[in-house]
Every structure is written in C-alpha cells, then in structure tokens.
C-alpha cells in the first residue's frame, strides 16, 4: 500500500465556465506541492482536457450533470482523477480498478480524434481511463519528473 496521501475533492456543475475552477485549484495544489512552473502547466492542461471532455460529452442537452474532480497529494506525485458520473471517488478503489487506456473502447474522446487523450498521455506520467456508468481519467504526475530528464541528458553528453 501507498503511504498517506492527503486527498482533495471538487464537484462542479458539468458546464464549461467551472473548467477554469477546477485549473486554478490543480494550479494551487501542483504549486504547494513544489511543482516546477512548466509541470504545473502540463498538469493543468491534460486535466483541463479531461474536464472539457466530460463536460462537452458526458450528458445530453439540457440534462444536469456534475464533473468530479478528485486530487491526491503524495510526497512523491500528483494524482487527479476526473469523472463525469458525478459520483465521489473511493480513490483505492479506482486505483485498483482502472486500466491502460485500451484503443478499441468507445470512449468520446476518441471521437473527436483522440487528440484529447493523445494530449492528455503526452503530458502525464501515467493515464489510466475507466469505463463504468460514466468515464473516469486517473493522471499521475510525478513530483521529480524533470530530474529523469535531466539525468538522462547528462549520460547522453
């Protein structure tokens, strides 16, 4: 098991002027946390396209839906989760029960291209999607994501 982990949760009206909310509060997290200035970047872009995402898709015209946005704040990474069920998370449950992202799953993302998701892959550590009643996007950032990087330049000199 994980160590402790302090856990943050956000529901917000599936509509896009709450998308900006849900940005500024990953932006505050990833910052108190340490995170380099363009990792707070990646981190608020790849969950903004899951929130767009959820958003635009997860419910039919004139429905009411919620998008949860869920953060956990380990010494060594990052992990948000965001639903469009607008059901809360029981995050080790997630945990266990997403899996890679698997190319012939009808998520709707993929129907505008899969750039969404594509984005979203690129930008994070780790991306697992779960299919249930709704779409859950589980993103993992690492806290010394860059320190990787930059060792693997100085062996390449």
Same mark, same amino acid.
């Given at each position: ?42 981190? @608020? *872009? ?6 767009? +995402? ?6 039919? %015209?004139? #429905?009411? /839906? ?26 080790? @449950? *997630? ?6 992202? +698997? ?6 993302? %993929?129907? #505008?291209? /899969? ?43």
């Amino acid at each position: 098991m994980d160590a402790a982990f302090d856990y943050i949760e956000m529901k917000v009206p599936a509509k896009p002027e709450y998308v900006g909310v849900i940005r500024l509060t990953i932006s505050g997290i990833a910052s108190r946390m340490g995170f380099s200035y363009e990792l707070i970047e990646d981190i @608020k *872009i790849a969950a903004s396209e899951a929130v767009t +995402n959820a958003v635009q898709h997860a419910y039919k %015209m004139n #429905e009411d /839906g919620e998008v949860v946005a869920g953060f956990a704040l380990y010494n060594d990474r990052l992990e948000v989760m965001v639903s469009d069920s607008g059901k809360s998370f029981d995050m080790r @449950k *997630i945990r266990r029960e997403t899996g890679p992202y +698997n190319e012939k799953e009808n998520v709707e993302f %993929m129907r #505008e291209g /899969g750039l969404g998701l594509y984005l979203i892959e690129s930008l994070m550590d780790e991306v697992n999607v779960q299919l249930n009643q709704g779409v859950s996007v589980h993103m993992t950032k690492y806290l010394k994501g860059e320190q990787v990087e930059l060792d693997a330049e100085k062996i390449s000199t």
